[in-house]
């Protein structure tokens, strides 16, 4: 089975921001902007924090997602429920897209690429200033940078920080992603390849967002280890994040999961023994699933 949308509910929320050194928890559940953020249980002002705003800012610009009140005061989205995620956590903190879009036109972008697990935008301030901005997954974005931006300014990377906080908040069952930008014109001025998100970029920082499981999958799992069918999962989110829901859920306790780069080593015959000693499948890409 995969996972997004059939095992779980397909409903995003932001829970956790890592930025700045500080680790924010985020407020509320669903797609409705109501929440507070706060810092080991004391609810902060987000202008306080410029790291804070500039990572929340970067998830909602890059973005492809809409996020629209209902006559009956409902909130639906249009696009990925993650990048959704990212607009309603903006709303909580007062930065709505076309508010925040006005001061930050989008120039060009670069969808996702499954190949290297992120997507781009190229903005532009008032003074003509542009500014690239990322989101992907943490592994590749924090490759993508040489500098992060913390409460005390811009410092070479410390990737093994980085990887440590993305690992921590992945097994809490939080899918994860990585939001960086990078100032100064791409190759050609007002637009944007896939070869101006190769490098030079400042991380900002990683989010954590639930996607709550279905009760419903939950006893459908149960079920079928009852009538002796195993059940794989396969994701396409860290592997800490997978282990996790699938424990959740009953699936691959106590075995590791493979991951996509694992899967790319191994031939036919070999994926054909690992298809079958391991139940949970984590950073697939759609040719991994296509080979299970």
């Not at 079958?276 to 890409?285: G, I, L």
């Amino acid at each position: 089975s995969d996972k997004p949308g059939t095992l779980t509910s397909n409903e995003m929320t932001v829970q956790r921001v890592v930025c700045g050194g500080h680790q924010f928890d985020v407020g509320g559940v669903g797609y409705a902007p109501v929440g507070d953020v706060s810092v080991d249980g004391r609810i902060i002002d987000p202008v306080c924090y410029p790291v804070l705003e500039a990572a929340v800012r970067a998830g909602v610009l890059c973005n492809d997602s809409t996020l629209g009140r209902e006559p009956d005061d409902t909130w639906s989205v249009t696009g990925d429920p993650t990048e959704a995620a990212l607009l309603v956590l903006g709303e909580k903190l007062g930065m709505a897209y076309d508010a925040t879009e006005s001061c930050w036109p989008r120039m060009d972008s670069v969808p996702f690429e499954s190949e290297i697990r992120m997507m781009g935008t190229l903005h532009t301030d008032g003074a003509d200033e542009p500014l690239v901005l990322g989101k992907g997954s943490p592994e590749r974005v924090a490759w993508r940078c040489d500098r992060q931006w913390d409460a005390h300014g811009e410092h070479p990377i410390d990737p093994a920080y980085w990887q440590r906080m993305a690992a921590d908040t992945a097994a809490q069952g939080l899918r994860v992603l990585a939001l960086a930008q990078r100032r100064g014109q791409p190759r050609v001025r007002g637009a944007l390849t896939i070869e101006d998100l190769d490098d030079g970029f400042t991380m900002l920082g990683v989010v954590g967002i639930i996607d709550p499981l279905r009760p419903e999958a939950i006893t459908a799992v149960r079920e079928c280890h009852r009538a002796g069918i195993t059940v794989k999962m396969i994701t396409g989110d860290h592997a800490a994040t997978a282990r996790e829901i699938g424990a959740q859920l009953g699936i691959g306790v106590g075995k590791p999961a493979v991951t996509g780069a694992q899967i790319a080593e191994r031939d036919d015959a070999e994926l054909r023994t690992v298809a079958c000693d391991h139940d949970v499948f984590a950073r697939a890409s759609p040719e991994h699933k296509l080979r299970l």
